[in-house]
């Protein structure tokens, strides 16, 4: 089983930063996907960015040139630098990784979530 869990989530005013952090956990024998989603109030959730094993990665337009992915693989962990936030930019920011795990075979887990509030 493979636990993924999200960290990093505040209240900041528009304009600024946060960098949230989402560690994975396991009998992990190699992750290929690591993206973060976001679901506001009201709405379904959305895809934000996403980084391959190879370190490709990808961005919705909404995000791209203000938000930074990366990732650490010693440490099965990924990053979400988020730069210029705006209001719209608050929801509950979500974990998603997928691969291969050492005793049920391909593993798709989410975290919890992480509350990232934009507000003066």
């Known amino acids: 089983q493979v636990q993924v869990v999200e960290s990093g989530g505040d209240l900041v005013q528009p304009g600024g930063s946060l960098r949230l952090s989402c560690a994975a956990s396991?009998?992990?024998?190699?992750?290929?996907?690591m993206g973060w989603y976001r679901q506001a109030p009201g709405k379904e959730r959305e895809y934000v960015a996403a980084?391959?094993?190879?370190?490709?990665?990808g961005y919705a337009a909404s995000v791209k040139g203000r938000f930074t992915i990366s990732r650490d693989n010693d440490k099965n962990t990924v990053y979400l630098r988020m730069n210029s936030l705006k209001p719209e930019d608050t929801a509950v920011y979500y974990c998603?990784?997928?691969?291969?795990?050492?005793?049920?075979?391909?593993?798709?887990?989410w975290g919890q979530g992480t509350q990232v509030t934009v507000s003066s």
């Open positions: 980084i391959g094993s190879t370190g490709n990665t």
């Open positions: 396991g009998s992990i024998v190699s992750i290929n996907f």
């Open positions: 998603n990784a997928r691969g291969m795990a050492d005793l049920s075979g391909t593993f798709d887990s």
